[in-house]
């Protein structure tokens, strides 16, 4: 299709039709590329954009997904293409792997013009404002449109941003909002699409056959924002201590260590399980009686959604998206921030009621049947990127 006929596309409102050409950037930075075969277990934005982009093959367009590594190349995981681009990492003792430099912008922009839609996952790193530039120079035709999942570095980008009316400038054609509190900063400065929320296969997460033991569950990069030491706090309270079971990779040592001396003086049995497969982490979340997200900083929280999508109640903060993800009193609780005492009660109430297990968790699937499918969320996408090819 030539590029001064994308108006000319049309996309039904479940997002079939002719197929469109969607590029899925994520701004991260892989030293490993054996890492990339592992993606969406690694963290919750990766099994976002990973899975964004197969629902959306599934329903028939070229989606495909780049990431950010020392040699440039290609490879398919899944059935999902994943282009390699050649960069740097930028400030790497503030942003770690988050945010990526391409070292050959000519190769970078060559491999940008054969989409119609290039989809960025950070609003913060500076790549996705580079994506903006790179357009204007070069007078391509592509939409960028931009999702974020909570990222906070120090980068250009965000200082950038510090002014919302320059937001007006940026040439983002969209923002694509996980839920509505994501850009809710930028409604008047920047097109805010409706909120996508988060996803998930539930034809893979679902209940396993099996008597439901008495572990609570946290799934989740092991950082301090994630407020682990509420849980210990909160269970070291209870007469009958369960065990606390960790998944998720350790990307703070010195925090590992914090939750491990307190876990021992409190004398919560807590068990760090590392990465572990889809499977199963399925059978933790069909085996469990409570997934607990005690962080205030997420956007949505995926594994609320798997883990309602295999029938487990789930207890989180009252906090920024996570009311889009969980129905108080219907599909698990909502807790006030850093109350360790509320979550002392509703750990308890689960622990010693399994009717009220079964009632929660049902519904909990019934939820994600009914809007959090990654099928759901890629036809919202879908839906968007159709608005702004017109």
């Known amino acids: 299709m030539a590029p001064n006929n994308l108006a000319a596309k049309t996309i039904d409102r479940r997002g079939r039709g002719v197929n469109t050409r969607i590029l899925h950037v994520l701004p991260r930075f892989f030293g490993n590329i054996d890492t990339l075969y592992n993606l969406e277990r690694i963290g919750g934005a990766e099994r976002y954009a990973v899975n964004l982009c197969r629902a959306q093959r599934k329903l028939g367009h070229e989606s495909a997904l780049m990431v950010f590594a020392e040699r440039e190349g290609g ?206 982490l399925i059978r933790y979340y069909s085996s469990s009686t409570v997934l607990v997200l005690p962080s205030s900083e997420e956007l949505f929280g995926i594994v609320l959604v798997e883990a309602m999508a295999c029938e487990l109640p789930v207890i989180a903060h009252n906090a920024r998206g996570i009311p889009a993800a969980v129905e108080d009193g219907n599909t698990g609780y909502l807790v006030r921030p850093g109350d360790i005492n509320q979550l002392s009660d509703r750990l308890q109430s689960l622990l010693t009621d399994h009717n009220e297990v079964i009632r929660l968790g049902t519904a909990g699937r019934r939820r994600v049947l009914e809007k959090f499918t990654w099928e759901h969320v890629a036809e919202r996408a879908l839906a968007a990127y159709e608005e702004v090819l017109q």
């Not at 989809?119 to 120079?137: E, K, M």
């Not at 054609?173 to 509190?181: H, K, M, N």
């Not at 209940?207 to 301090?224: A, C, E, W």
């Not at 590992?256 to 760090?272: A, G, H, M, P, Q």
Request: aromatic share 10%; charged share 25%; proline share 5%.
């Open 75 to 280: 490879l398919e995981v899944e059935g999902i293409p994943i282009l390699l681009a050649r960069a740097t990492r930028c400030v790497p003792s503030i942003n770690k792997d988050f945010d990526p430099l391409p070292m050959d912008l000519r190769r970078f922009a060559s491999a940008l013009i054969s989409y119609e839609i290039v989809h960025t996952h950070s609003i913060a790193s500076d790549v996705s404002i580079l994506l903006s530039v790179i357009r204007r120079i070069m007078k391509t035709q592509y939409r960028l449109m931009v999702t974020d999942h909570g990222w906070n570095g120090f980068t250009f980008s965000r200082v950038f941003q510090i002014s919302k009316p320059m937001m007006r400038f940026s040439g983002f054609d969209g923002l694509l909002p996980v839920t509505s509190s994501s850009f809710s900063a930028f409604a008047n400065s920047a097109r805010v699409f409706g909120p996508l929320y988060g996803g998930v296969d539930a034809n893979l997460f679902r209940p396993l056959n099996g008597k439901r033991g008495r572990d609570v569950l946290f799934v989740g990069r092991i950082m301090p924002h994630k407020r682990l030491e509420n849980i210990i706090r909160a269970l070291s309270s209870l007469d009958d201590k369960p065990r606390l079971i960790v998944i998720g990779p350790t990307l703070d040592l010195e925090y590992r260590i914090f939750l491990e001396r307190l876990s021992e003086e409190l004398k919560v049995d807590t068990r760090f399980m590392g990465l572990v497969s889809d499977e199963s």
